[in-house]
């Protein structure tokens, strides 16, 4: 594996878990809140994580 694919997937690592962090600030203080957030975060992930792929499948490296 790559340097480049390593440091990737540490950055949507370390972006999932700025999401969890958040997501539970969230639902210790209105739990509602949290629990309908969930699934606008997953999809903001997914979304980075198809944008990545596709830039690197067509060679252009993420600015």
Known sequence: M???NT???AEMILAG???AEVLA???T???PVAIALIPLAIYCL?????DDTKRKDNGKPHA
């Open 7 to 9: 440091r990737k997937q």
């Open 46 to 50: 997914l979304i980075v994580y198809w």
């Open 29 to 31: 203080i209105y739990p």
């Open 25 to 27: 600030t969230f639902y």
């Open 17 to 19: 878990l700025g999401v």
């Open 2 to 4: 790559s340097n480049y």
